[in-house]
Structure formats: structure tokens, C-alpha cells
């Protein structure tokens, strides 16, 4: 049978998985803090044989991330904090390690702990879960500090917590399953004092809804190509057939 079956079947599986990724960024969205999955295809050599590499498999891959900033919003919510330029919140996820996010939609649980929309902890610079009294009205700093604010004058009036923000290099984050960022090689990465957020204030998805709608389209044409491609390469061998057949 001829590889070229194989290699067309092999393209359109490949872009049914771009169109996977494609679609997860469009659903996203809306999404704070959301950083768009970058979608790449490259060329993998058909290895094993004698006779010259005449053909290659095509192979989706997600190398990575796109770490440009979302667009900043305005939202007056006390517990909606933004990073403002390069950095990360922290957060402990379900196994109890520590992972990163650029989503500041944060909340009270009924117990009084800060946490995502998730439901996970946020972090603070030791690493330990925040603690805010229930009833008390609250401002979240340029630095990441967590004053109580007076009813009155809206003066602060104690510092009662501090966001853990870090900035490790962008090569050096890798998106998990979950959706949140991990350092590759494993480990914590340190508090950086330089990080900078907004409170009352997220930071929108840096997904480009126009682009992927056309990247989706452009991907569903190639499959058809690929689709034809092995249609013509059936047509080929039945043709091919019926010849030794007469001889």
C-alpha cells in the first residue's frame, strides 16, 4: 500500500489536534489571565528501511505558551487583583504543591481563607495560605500587601496579609493539564519584592478570538486537503488493481 495513505491520515490527525488546541484558546477567551497555547507543526522523517527519506509525517506540537499581556480591566471589586507587567500569583493546587497564575479573581472561602475560582489556596511570601476576617473591608496594595480599610475615613488601618508574586524567566514555565504554570525543572520559585499588581483591577485573556476563528478555518481546509489526498491515493491503487488483474 502506498505510504502516502499514511502520511495523508497522519496530517489530518495531526490537525484535528491543532484544531483541539485552537479551540480550548477560543473557549478561553474570556477567561482572566488566560495565556493563549501556541500550536506549531513540524516535520518528522519516516525512519526504518532501505531507499531514500521521499516522504515525512507532519506532527503537531504545542511548544509553549504565548506570555503577551492580556488587556487590563476595570471591575472596583476589592479581592480582583491584577499583575501589572511581568509576574505571577501562587497558588496551591489540589496534590499540595505550589503553582503560578496571572488570574486575580479572588475570593473569601466560608472558613476565611483567600482563594482562586477554583477553590485553591492563595499563596503568601512563605508560602502559606492567606487568612482574611470575613466582615472586614480590605485593599490590596501596589506591592501585594493586604491592608483592612476603615469604614469611615478609608484609611488603612493594619496590614493583614501579602500576596506571594514571583517572576521566574518565561522559558523556564510550563503549562500543566490544569491550566496553571509550573517551573519545568521542578522546584519554588522565590518571592520577587519587584512584582507589581493593581488591586480591583483583572487582567483579560491575550487570545485573539479573530485570529483563531481564522486559524480553525484554515486548519479545517488543510483537513479536507489531506481528506482528498487519501481519496485520490485509494482511486491510485484501485486503478492500480484492476491493471495487474488484466496482465
Known sequence: MDRALYIAATGARE??????IQTNNLANALTPGFRAEIAAQRTAPVVGGAGLRTRAYAVESTPGADMSRGPMMATGRELDVAVQGDGWFAVRTADGSEAYTRSGSFQLSPE??????E?????????EA???????KVQVNTDGSISTVSDVDRVLAAQIGNLKLVNPPANSLERGADGLFRLRQGGIAPADADVRVAGGMLEGSNVNAVDTMVGMIAAARHYDVQIQLMQST???QQAATQLLSVG
Open 15 to 20: 490537525l484535528m489536534r491543532r484544531q483541539d
Open 112 to 117: 476565611g481563607t483567600l482563594v482562586d475560582t
Open 119 to 127: 477553590g485553591r489556596q492563595v499563596l503568601d511570601a512563605n508560602g
Open 130 to 136: 492567606i487568612m482574611l476576617p470575613l466582615d472586614a
Open 234 to 236: 485509494d482511486k491510485n
